[in-house]
């Protein structure tokens, strides 16, 4: 089928074509995996979106890629190099990216076809990928003009460092978990032997790079140790007691006892500069040095910065950060200088992608100044107006105004308040990372005394101003200095070239000036996706492109999940605005998340995802789709419990599970066939990981999950009604005649121009459960159970009911193709070859293709709220019939009668013999002066319908209790109304329509009840 619309280019974006545009840039997937359900979730509802607006005539662009996705991919690749017993050092750098080049290939080849069999209806024509010579001539560009601007530039200060990857991370790339600890209080002598202080630590092993400790000058005991010096045991280094506000002075001591560290502190906190931002900013308040004992493992080391290494110390030199803080508690607790120990649970900042806990750690990095107005304050005034959580700090709101202020718009509103606090406390973006894989950072550097790099400045003042961009800097604070200033400063400076593009760095080279080593966070690629992808800077130079980026940028809607916000949305934003002036897209929807059956988000790097190619193999992709559109609530995440489906019996059975030594619940790497223990075979995480590989004897077992029975058997439905229905046309005696229409036919007309009302609101409030809803009441309960019933005996030779019919077909397969593209295409043809009767009001313009079929029209006449109301009556009769012949067991094919009064005969009669056929009754008539003994009462509307001829006789005790059990029933729900009725707040605030309808609606209860009981009462 997509070679069918791949054919036919269907999904190919032509900016020349004129009208409105509608465009979505996917959020491109990490090339370290295969996607996972959670990609297929957010997936199904971007194509929801671009097929929907595509049939609606608008110019729609879905612009699909991948990302490099540096940290997590090189990851991955050294894990795998790990397991074959080699290191990423054992390559050179080159060799090493060719490796990850190569998974990058076999992994983005798999996703796209992934896409494809998701059915989504990408450009796949245009598909980017983040380090593909379009994207990386922006991303150059983008440093280059940031650089330039000012706005990036090189600090010395503590970063997020993660041990295992081993490189820095943003703040955004931190992830908070709870954790089990403890408070270890350590006792510090004074150095004058007079007695000691205790400190109290989470952190035990960052004591050797203590440089001083705090306390509040509140503290009754600040007075008597100002001015005194501490020795730290261990080290022997002599450390300044300092006073400052920060620290929290215990509970005891007049601290806030509201606050759960008042609890735990003993009013003395150890300053800890190099590994701890609040010490950091304490050490720079009162100038104490910061020294880092830990190597970029974590391990506690002498060549990073720790000069003083005692004797006594050295034993802890090359232990890890955990092995260290287990030592060292003992050291203190054999020297008598441990006080005590209290467990404590609190939150600790782990690696977003390696999961291990990250280290505050001093580092030289590159960073964007974010927390410019030109970047940070654009962000802010783009807010639509309605979503601000109050005010806009007054520096921000004064600002210049831009093209796009107050237009960014989230979905959720709630989500908003994300994206404004974000940028209320952000902080410069750490851009560089210690990674082979990436965009390198395009500056070339020399160190050396000021009056050396000056000689340089004349041959740099001969390259091109629009190419080169040359900084200077202090090394001992970063701070920058002016170029002609640079000879006669004093100390070590650093020299920056910051270069558009490669041309002149052999001669920067020469120079003795080096390239950074470094490559840029991924999310700065990323960052640049809504302009990259669209040939941003300079479109002219990529023929395919033109056009493409006045067209589409900004797009319509950004669909992506909660995660992000920080770490995507609000740079899209940034750079969008810095570069180009206007927004990257109007509207952010935020998705819920996935989770597996043990509420864990599904992720690639867990390895507990579970493969959208396995639901398809098991349900197909339709059923896939509808069921994970109709669990988009946008009010909760969806746990999705998983089972496996045996290679070798193709049996689905409960997968054994394990625990991580991250906490993570995930199924076992190799797993034994339920019918033959010694068959094996590998999970989704086994094969992920590298843990296991599948093999011919032990293969990959695939997932499925009985959730998605939801969908196939609405696809199966709509399948089999289809089948059923055109049957019936092909049947229609040639000598149809047009009638008019019946109730029957009115109805169904107005809930097909409700649905697509009804289709349409859901969709512009990004409401995809009720989008789902919609289709499924629509096709399940009014045209299957309904109408397909309903015109059975008549359609045959009424040609008004068969270009209804034909029409409602059509007008279903088009509405349904953005949730389920494969079945509605499928049938496409046999519905558009049918010869169909005008019917008035209805739009439906032929289509060689469902995909570029337009979106259903129906005439505002065709809105008949009275034919609704009508046949809601008519339901309500067939449904209570329906129910006594069930609660009786009595056969379909056994005909009734039934005896009512006028207006309920003139309900039938109306009906045009739905209620017949549809209830099974033989013959209607007028209710008897004496009730028939086989006959049985059943109240409707407040009168006492008779229905005769269920069975042979009417047992008396079984009606007696069938009545009394009704009685009960629906005094209840009287009882539940009186009580909403007699709310004053609810009389007043709720519309007067409802209320209205609340009051209707109990006098026909009451009614009901009224001739349930008359019923009963006649078997006395």
Partial sequence: MHAKWDAARCFHADPAVPGDTYAIFIPPPNVTAALHL???????????????NRMRGLNTLWMPGTDHAGIATQTVVEKRLLLQGKKRTDFTREAFVEKVQEWKDEYEATILGQLKGMGCSCDFDRTRFTMDETCATAVRHAFFTLFKDGLVYRGKRLVNWDPVTQTALADDEVEMEEVDGSFWYLKYPLADGSGHVTVATTRPETMLGDTAVAVN????????????????????REIPVVEDDYVVMPASLGGDPADPKAQFATGFLKVTPAHDPNDWDIGQRHGVAAINVMAPDGSISDRHGWMDVSVEAKQFVGLSREEARKRIVAWFKQNGLLEDVKPYRHSVGHSYRSHVPVEPYLSDQW??????????????????????????????????????DGELRFFPARYAKNFQMWHENIRDWCISRQLWWGHRIPVWTKRGEASALASHLGALASLDASRAVVRAARVVDGAEIALSALPAAQGEHDLHVCLLDDADGASLEAMGLRRDPDVLDTWFSSALWPLSTLGWPDPSKWPEMAGLLDRYNPSSVLCTAREIITLWVSRMVMF?????????????????????????????????????????????????????????????????????????TGETFTPKWITTSAGYTVADAVQSSPKDAARKMVSGFGAATGVATPTAEIPLARNTSARFDLGRNFANKLWNATRFALSNLAQASPDSKAEPLTLLDRWMLARLERSVRAFDAAVAEYEFHRVAEVVYDLVWRDFCDWYLEGVKPTIRTNATQQAILAAALDAILRMLHPICPFVTETLWPSVQSLAKGKVDGVVLPPSALCATAAWPAFAAHLRDEKALAEFARVQALVDAIRKVRGERQVSPKRRIALLASDSVRALIASSGGVVETLAGLESVGASPAARPATAVAIPFEGSEVLLDGLVDAVDAGAEKARLTKLIAEREKQAAGMRAKLGNEAYVAKAPPALVEETRKKLAEIDADVAAAKSALAAFG
């Avoid at 959670?38 to 097929?51: V, Y």
């Avoid at 009754?220 to 140790?225: F, H, I, K, T, V």
């Avoid at 940070?376 to 831009?402: C, E, F, I, N, S």
């Fill in 367 to 404: 960073y964007v100044r974010v927390t410019d107005d030109r970047l940070r304050g654009t962000a802010l005034r783009a807010m639509a107006k309605d979503q601000v959580d109050g005010a806009l700090p007054a520096a921000v709101a004064a600002g210049p105004a831009m093209a796009g």
């Fill in 217 to 236: 000058p509140k503290d009754p005991r600040a007075a008597a140790l100002r001015g005194r010096k501490l020795r730290l045991p261990i080290v022997g």
């Fill in 38 to 52: 959670g990609h297929a979730f957010n997936n199904s509802l971007q194509d929801l979106l671009t097929r929907y």
């Fill in 576 to 648: 969008n605005r810095y570069f180009l002036g206007r927004l990257p897209f109007k509207h952010v929807f935020i998705h819920a998340m996935i989770q597996d059956g043990h509420g864990q988000k599904m992720s690639k790097s867990l390895g507990n995802g579970v493969d959208p190619r396995d639901i398809i193999h098991s349900h197909g992709s339709d059923a896939m789709r509808f069921t994970l559109v109709s669990m988009a609530t946008n009010t909760q995440d969806v746990r999705l419990p998983v089972d496996m489906v045996c290679p070798h």
